[in-house]
């Protein structure tokens, strides 16, 4: 089955630009979306289509995917950002399917 | 806003029928431009996407679910629904309804995604 693998945590202080990564083989034909997942509430959508940010994210939440590779960038990550991000995206079969990464721990201390 | 509740049984025992429903306000399950949908996270877990169904009955399932899994939509109540059997404590999660927003790919497939969350259900399968 289709996977997408990202980094289990990533810390960075104050200020600083964090930078959290999701592999995936299908990721040069399919579109990559991020999610941040703060204790305790429902998941939010941060990142669409790859680069496209949704009405009322912060311009500090930037995405890029390259080949295999999708990237969810945070500069002058806040305290505030601390939270679980996860990506997701779907499998090239014919009925394609949705999955998740194994979802990161950001760290801003 | 949207706004989408998950409703059903919190407490299940083991086989039996996991049904939960989203009711759907301040929007449509029959918009032309969305597809419905669930993800479940167990707890202290990642997020797993279940599936997803188009208000045209049109479903698509995780494949490791599939077996035990039916999905459906109400379009006179404004609703769709999860309906998993045999279920075991490996089921146990916060199971969140979802709206998911939706492209076609370069081969022509439709690829959905979820973009607006409900706040989520815990349900536990104990015995």
């Known amino acids: 089955s289709y996977e997408l693998t990202q980094p289990p945590s990533v810390s960075v202080s104050p200020g600083q630009t964090a930078r959290i990564t999701c592999s995936g083989d299908?990721?040069?034909?399919?579109?990559a979306y991020w999610y941040q997942q703060k204790s305790g509430q429902a998941p939010v959508l941060v990142i669409y289509?790859?680069?496209r940010r949704p009405s009322g994210i912060p311009e500090r939440f930037s995405g890029s995917s390259s080949g295999t590779l999708a990237t969810l960038t945070i500069s002058g990550a806040r305290v505030d950002d601390e939270a679980d991000y996860y990506c997701?995206?779907?499998?090239?079969?014919?009925?394609?399917?949705?999955?998740f990464g194994g979802g990161t721990k950001l760290t801003v201390l | 806003q949207l706004q989408l509740q998950e409703s059903g049984p919190r407490l299940l025992k083991p086989s039996e029928t996991l049904s939960l429903t989203c009711t759907v306000s301040?929007?449509?399950?029959?918009?032309?431009?969305?597809?419905w949908g669930w993800i479940r996270q167990p707890p202290g877990k990642g997020l797993e996407w279940i599936g997803s169904?188009?208000?045209?009955?049109?479903?698509n399932y995780n494949p490791s679910l599939k077996s035990r899994l039916t999905m459906s939509v109400d379009t006179s109540r404004n609703q769709f629904s999860l309906k998993l059997t045999s279920v075991t404590a490996a089921d146990t999660a916060v199971y969140y309804c979802?709206?998911?927003?939706?492209?076609?790919?370069?081969?022509?497939?439709?690829?959905?995604?979820?973009?607006?969350w409900g706040q989520g259900t815990l349900v536990t399968v104990s015995s």
């Open positions: 169904l188009y208000y045209n009955g049109s479903t």
């Open positions: 979802a709206r998911h927003s939706n492209y076609y790919d370069s081969a022509g497939f439709v690829n959905t995604s979820p973009d607006f």
């Open positions: 301040r929007g449509s399950v029959t918009s032309s431009n969305y597809y």
């Open positions: 997701y995206s779907t499998d090239n079969s014919a009925n394609p399917r949705g999955v």
């Open positions: 289509e790859d680069n």
């Open positions: 299908a990721l040069p034909k399919k579109y």
